[in-house]
């Protein structure tokens, strides 16, 4: 049954999570703090629909990012957007591997 | 009441004979004759393949059968139509229907008591329609409660509600504002949640409507005015047949509230997959919304929402609702987060998003016990 599920709503996964990670990234690069609040809850979201669909391993990057996300939206500096788009850089290699070994 | 009255409940018939294919439905239902809605008639005594089937009531019944009378339409509510008088060699089809007849008959069982109600969506823009079917189902039902009965004006409102709950039957009216009944029932077959579930198509559009909703996949449809009577001995039917469509433990109810559609997609369809019945809600009002209708057993709750945290809507459910059903709080929090706000919301547990569906599903199993 699991098996099922996953091999239905992967596809949907990997797509929901690159276009989250893209905007994620566009904020930050364009340093559009009013866009941090989403930002954040949008990596949030991310993790914990990687970890019911059973992809652990995106879990810890897409909390890393989600932590990241709120460091910049306190400070609003450039260290922080920068450590977030690296965060993000790493994240978005993952998924793209994940689609690529899925045929996603 | 008299058993005359009990026996017009309302089933699919389709009719084939030399030359015609004729989809409608009929009542009347007996062990030997029913009366068929229809404007095709040919002379009586004409012999007629006959298939009766209504989903989860009546799996298809074909027998021979021949026309025995034929009726010019009435007054409202007195349709056209043909009595059919069935084959004598009909064998196990009549030993079916006599079956049927018996259930029809049959006090409600002390199961089915306990059970939860018959969950029906009227699709309807009329609210006298809507008002005159919600007040005629609770004059009707013998047991108060055994149905339950959603409303909604058109079908985007119709789409929403489906896409948050479960029903056991859906009644769609032809006309409707800006989309047809029949695109809708179109849509719902496409569905593959939706796809099985039973529709009764409704209208005064006679022989279009009828042809119109029966192609998008309509099990049925009825002429209006309708005969309130017939739908309600048929929905009574499909309330008694709960018992056997489901296994016991599915009518288990879950309510699921996530402020991710995709999360939300996901648990409902492992939930669903593992005999649950799910509804889900998005958002604070469809929470609100849900958790009053679906009268669930369970409610999961997502801890970090726009709107609110899941463990502050646990607790004030608890202690200012006294809501006593068990409440999940469902989240990618680290667990020694979450196991404090669990702990503080009052909340029956708590389970990590990174444990995974299976995880999920066998927590709900855990709380719920004897569900599968």
């Known amino acids: ?98 689609g690529a070994q899925q045929g996603g | 009441m008299a058993n005359a009255e009990r026996d017009r409940f309302i089933v699919r018939a389709e009719i084939r004979s030399s030359d015609a294919h004729v989809i409608s439905y009929g009542f009347d239902l007996t062990a030997t004759s029913i009366f068929v809605v229809t404007e095709w008639h040919a002379a009586i005594g004409t012999p007629v393949q006959l298939r009766l089937s209504f989903p989860r009531i009546l799996a298809p019944i074909d027998v021979v059968a021949r026309i025995g009378d034929i009726r010019v339409a009435g007054e409202p509510g007195e349709p056209g139509g043909i009595r059919l008088v069935f084959d004598p060699g009909a064998g196990d089809a009549a030993g079916r229907l006599v079956d049927l007849l018996d259930r029809l008959h049959a006090p409600p069982s002390a199961a089915a008591a306990g059970d939860l109600p018959c969950r029906v969506l009227l699709v309807d823009d009329s609210w006298l329609i809507r008002d005159m079917f919600a007040y005629g189902t609770s004059r009707f039902f013998d047991r108060p409660g055994a149905l339950a009965v959603d409303h909604a004006e058109d079908a985007e409102h119709a789409w929403d509600k489906l896409a948050a709950s479960t029903y056991d039957l859906i009644i769609v009216d032809y006309f409707l504002p800006s989309e047809d009944g029949a695109s809708l029932i179109a849509r719902l077959r496409r569905d593959e949640r939706l796809a099985h579930t039973p ?167 855990e709380l719920l016990q004897g569900a599968p």
């Open chain 1, 1 to 98: 049954m699991m098996e099922e599920l996953f091999a239905k709503f992967f596809p949907q996964f990997i797509a929901l999570a690159r276009t989250r990670v893209a905007a994620a990234t566009t904020a930050a690069a364009g340093r559009d703090h009013a866009a941090a609040p989403t930002v954040v809850r949008e990596l949030h979201a991310l993790a914990g629909e990687a970890g019911l669909l059973g992809l652990r391993q995106v879990i810890p990057l897409a909390r890393d990012c989600e932590l990241k996300a709120k460091a910049l939206q306190r400070s609003r500096g450039d260290a922080d957007a920068d450590a977030l788009l690296g965060a993000l850089r790493e994240l978005a290699q993952l998924i793209e591997r994940l």
């Open chain 2, 199 to 365: 529709i009764v198509a409704i209208s005064v559009g006679g022989r279009d409507a009828r042809e119109a909703t029966l192609s998008a996949g309509a099990d049925v449809f009825v002429d209006k005015p309708l005969v309130f009577r017939d739908l309600f001995n048929t929905l009574r039917m499909l309330a008694g047949r709960r018992e056997d469509a489901r296994p016991a433990a599915q009518r288990k109810a879950i309510l699921v509230f996530d402020d991710s559609p995709f999360a939300l997609a996901l648990t409902r369809a492992a939930l669903e997959s593992a005999g649950f019945t799910v509804a889900i809600a998005e958002d604070l009002s469809s929470f609100e919304r849900q958790r009053v209708a679906f009268d669930p057993d369970l409610i999961l709750v997502d801890v970090q929402m726009p709107e609110a945290f899941g463990d502050d809507v646990a607790s004030t459910l608890r202690g200012w609702h006294g809501v006593q059903v068990p409440i999940l709080l469902v989240s990618s929090l680290d667990q020694s987060e979450l196991a404090r706000r669990a702990q503080w919301a009052h909340a029956a547990g708590y389970i990590c998003k990174g444990a995974g569906m299976s995880e999920l599903v066998r927590r709900c199993r």
